[in-house]
């Protein structure tokens, strides 16, 4: 079992896949899983959960988390889904993830690239993220090649020297020429959709440069000015100090101000901040 890991703080994939497990494997349960209500549900994922993982994360951290993982896994389930109709015959699983990729980064809304591939395979088979495949249907060619209409036997019927010659209609486009120019459309619309994935991705890129340099603008001048005031309430301070009238304090209070009379003065001549321990401003003229 793994170490208890603090409340809060950034979730680790350990933590993650117990989440999906305790998930899947409670609120799946062939008996309970659709009748138990929404809370009790959560209450037993968490129990789970904390034996999985040996971490003491909160029943509300962990609903918070998983909401944001079905985001995540929908999204790329979607994405996915996208691929799988448009790829081609001859491509294979890398052409495809790399194509679910681009489609999960083009729908914005979250990360640009998903990375939660073993919640996914934890999770797939689950009606909620189980992919439906969307292309159209296949139509094999129900044209036959040949004229099948019966005719009369060249012994019982004259011979047609005299009659005109009557061309046949143009043969039937064939199953891997039409499956070819299918190809060929597909790959067009393909490369069409990943420019302007592209296209979108460099646009997304060039704003979030530009908010970064605005936000990083923004946070150094609120420190200049965080800087500023800190300066002026110090000098504020030590204008209140060397203006303080003693005349009416005990002894013990005048050497105290007395000290720190000192410690101003030498800070303003010598740019030293540490405790008064100069003997030339013993000066009870100070």
């Known amino acids: 079992m793994a170490s208890s890991i603090e409340v809060g703080g950034s979730w680790s994939t ?14 799946h349960d062939p008996i309970t899983g659709n009748e138990m209500k929404f809370h009790h549900m959560w209450s037993k994922i968490h129990g789970e959960f904390c034996q999985r993982s040996g971490s003491i994360r909160t029943e509300m951290a962990l609903s918070s988390r998983w909401k944001l993982l ?22 294979n699983l890398t052409d495809e993830m790399v194509q679910a990729q681009m489609w999960f980064g083009a729908m914005g809304q979250g990360k640009k690239s998903f990375v939660h591939f ?31 209409t019966s005719t009369d036997s060249p012994l019982d019927s004259p011979m047609e020297t005299e009659s005109p010659f009557v061309p046949h209609p143009p043969r039937p486009i064939g199953r891997k020429a039409a499956k070819a120019k299918r190809g060929a459309t597909s790959s067009n619309d393909c490369v069409q959709l990943l420019e302007q994935i592209a296209k979108s991705a460099t646009l997304r890129i060039e704003r979030d440069l530009k908010r970064d340099e605005m936000d990083k603008a923004r946070e150094e001048a609120y420190a200049l000015q ?4 800190q300066e002026k309430d110090i000098e504020d301070r ?49």
Not at 124 to 135: A, E, Q, V, W
Not at 226 to 229: L, R, T, V, Y
Not at 253 to 258: P, V
């Open 70 to 91: 079905n985001k995540e896994l929908g999204k790329w389930r979607n994405a996915l889904t996208k691929a799988k109709a448009n790829i081609q015959s001859g491509q």
């Open 14 to 27: 350990n933590e993650d896949i117990a989440l999906c497990q305790s998930w899947v494997n409670i609120s």
């Open 118 to 148: 073993q919640c996914w395979e934890i999770v797939k088979d689950c009606s909620r993220f189980k992919i439906i495949p969307t292309g159209p249907p296949v139509v094999m060619n129900e044209t036959p090649l040949h004229d099948s």
């Open 238 to 286: 030590e204008m209140k100090i060397m203006a303080m009238d003693t005349s009416h304090m005990s002894p013990e209070t005048k050497a105290y101000w007395k000290l720190r009379r000192r410690d101003v003065m030498r800070k303003k001549l010598f740019n030293d901040d540490g405790p008064s321990n100069t003997d030339w401003l013993n000066d009870e003229n100070h």
């Open 226 to 229: 965080q800087q500023m005031a």
